[in-house]
Each structure stands twice: as structure tokens, then as C-alpha cells.
T-cell receptor, first 113, second 111 residues
Framework: AQSVTQPDIHITVSEGASLELRCNYS??????LFWYVQSPGQGLQLLLK??????LVQGIKGFEAEFKRSQSSFNLRKPSVHWSDAAEYFC???????????FGKGTSLLVTP | EAQVTQNPRYLITVTGKKLTVTCSQN?????MSWYRQDPGLGLRQIYY???????DKGDVPEGYKVSRKEKRNFPLILESPSPNQTSLYFC??????????FGSGTRLTVV
């Protein structure tokens, strides 16, 4: 069965600092990997996704993620965080052997001045 | 505009009173699903549908029903809501290339 682990429940970073959110997945076949962001009171917005090819994926809002098969990881990064990046971030895994999109429990990002 | 539309956005109801949350998509997607989001638990799939008249249980189907009589609509039915179904609900549809589109969410409170 596929699953996603986001080890960090909360992360606090200073504005302008770099950010890395961790995501580890378990999936028996080729994983399709996603990062979503949810601002307070809002729906889910897709930041980026990985299906195949280049393991470094560029997304919106200056985010990127790197797929590392050997570590079963798909960590999200941003070189310089803005106050507007404060939100909940969800990693998700799906694949061609199933129809569900399995989400991690989320990481809440707080950005301090 | 391509979108998934959920209604209502907010709903407060009493225990045992049947309710339906509607979901409609205008992208001709075959696959649709429902998720609930709870603090500390992330999003969990309730039911999904691969096409008209084809539905199946997700991870947390107890207390919910769905129907898929036409491709665009996928309503979520709570026949006897209970307080533990208080949650934020999301409908989603998916294209053949695994592009998911989520609705804006329905915040349900059962008292």
C-alpha cells in the first residue's frame, strides 16, 4: 500500500531564509509525487508534481523538489522564504497501479520577521 | 474556467439529519473522489469513482454514501450525520494524466 510520511509537523523559518520540507513515500511501483499548499481557509493549490524524467522539478512560487528514489524522498525546497509562504504543505503520492492520491499529514510553516 | 464546484461551502447541521454535499466538474473527467481533512490527519479518501455508475470505497467510507449517475456530478451523502463527521471536505477530479483539480472545500459541523 502506498503511504506518505512528512516527519515535521511544524517548521518555523525566518523570512529570507531557505526552506526544506521533508517527504518520504512508500510505493511499490512508479510513484507520481505531488506537493500541495493550503493557505488558511483556502483549498489546495498544486505547487509541483513529478511523474518521470528530470528528478529536480520546478514549481510555482519559486519552489522546487527533488525526487531521490534511493531514499524514497521528495523534499520541497525554496531558497528564500517570503511571509506569504506561511501555510500548510502536503506531500502526496499516487501512481498508475491505483486511483487514490495518498496524502501526508502535512507540515505547517510559520514565517517570522 | 476549468473547475470543481462544491456546495455548500459551510454547513451546520444536527445529528441524524440527512444531508448532501454536491460536487460538479466541467472538465469531462472520468475520475472523481471525496476527501475529508482533519487536523493532524491530513486528507483521507472517503470514496472514489472511476466512471459513471462505478464507485468504490476509500480509506474512511463509514457513514458516507456516494452516487455517480452522470459524469460531471459526484454528490456525497450523509444519511445520518454524527459529530465525528465534523470535518472539512474536498471533492476532486482527475484527468488521464493525473492532473488533480480540487474544489474549494465544504466545512461541515454536526452538533
Amino acid at each position: 500500500a502506498q503511504s506518505v510520511t512528512q516527519p515535521d509537523i511544524h517548521i518555523t523559518v525566518s523570512e529570507g531564509a531557505s526552506l526544506e520540507l521533508r517527504c518520504n513515500y512508500s510505493y511499490g511501483a512508479t510513484p507520481y509525487l505531488f506537493w500541495y499548499v493550503q493557505s488558511p481557509g483556502q483549498g489546495l493549490q498544486l505547487l509541483l508534481k513529478y511523474f518521470s524524467g528530470d528528478t529536480l522539478v520546478q514549481g510555482i512560487k519559486g519552489f522546487e523538489a527533488e525526487f531521490k528514489r534511493s531514499q524514497s524522498s521528495f523534499n520541497l525546497r525554496k531558497p528564500s522564504v517570503h511571509w506569504s509562504d506561511a501555510a500548510e504543505y502536503f506531500c502526496a503520492v499516487g501512481g498508475d497501479s491505483g486511483y487514490a492520491l495518498n496524502f501526508g499529514k502535512g507540515t505547517s510553516l510559520l514565517v517570522t520577521p | 474556467e476549468a473547475q470543481v464546484t462544491q456546495n455548500p461551502r459551510y454547513l451546520i447541521t444536527v445529528t441524524g439529519k440527512k444531508l448532501t454535499v454536491t460536487c460538479s466538474q466541467n472538465m469531462n473527467h472520468e475520475y472523481m473522489s471525496w476527501y475529508r481533512q482533519d487536523p493532524g490527519l491530513g486528507l483521507r479518501q472517503i470514496y472514489y469513482s472511476m466512471n459513471v455508475e462505478v464507485t468504490d470505497k476509500g480509506d474512511v467510507p463509514e457513514g458516507y454514501k456516494v452516487s455517480r449517475k452522470e459524469k460531471r456530478n459526484f454528490p456525497l451523502i450523509l444519511e445520518s450525520p454524527s459529530p465525528n463527521q465534523t470535518s472539512l471536505y474536498f471533492c476532486a477530479s482527475r484527468d488521464r494524466y493525473y492532473g488533480y483539480t480540487f474544489g474549494s472545500g465544504t466545512r461541515l459541523t454536526v452538533v
